[in-house]
């Protein structure tokens, strides 16, 4: 068990720096406009993380106890191959929560 004080510490800590995040943007640059060469990098900030949040779900995954199986790859190979076909986001995810919710069933027979 964690120590109630530790604990605290790391909420009001982690609590600040989102504070300060988004303050920095909403803030401090306000209304005004930003450059165009920044505007052009945080278009790329979900494409960035998205792979970041999927990629220790699909190799790493908690419910294999980190082995990496045949569901969780072959959903996360067709929501790739779904999105970059039709450059539409809900219908590769709809896609590979099928794919996946699919192989999961017929590994369980």
């Known amino acids: 068990m964690i120590d109630k004080t ?3 510490s790391v909420i009001i800590g982690l609590g600040i720096g989102s504070y300060g995040l988004r303050f ?20 790329y900030t979900a494409v960035a993380i998205m ?7 699909v190799v790493w995954p908690a419910a294999t106890d980190g ?3 045949l569901p969780r790859i072959s ?3 067709v929501t790739m191959v779904v999105g970059l076909m039709t450059k ?3 219908a590769a995810i709809i896609c590979g929560a099928a794919t996946l919710f699919g192989m999961l069933w017929l590994t369980a027979l």
């Open 6 to 8: 530790t604990l605290w």
């Open 24 to 43: 920095a943007f909403l803030g401090i640059v306000g209304n005004r406009p930003m450059p165009a060469w920044l505007l052009r990098h945080l278009r």
């Open 88 to 90: 539409n986001v809900l």
């Open 51 to 57: 792979p970041a949040l999927v990629a220790p779900q």
């Open 67 to 69: 082995v990496a199986d």
């Open 75 to 77: 959903a996360a190979a």
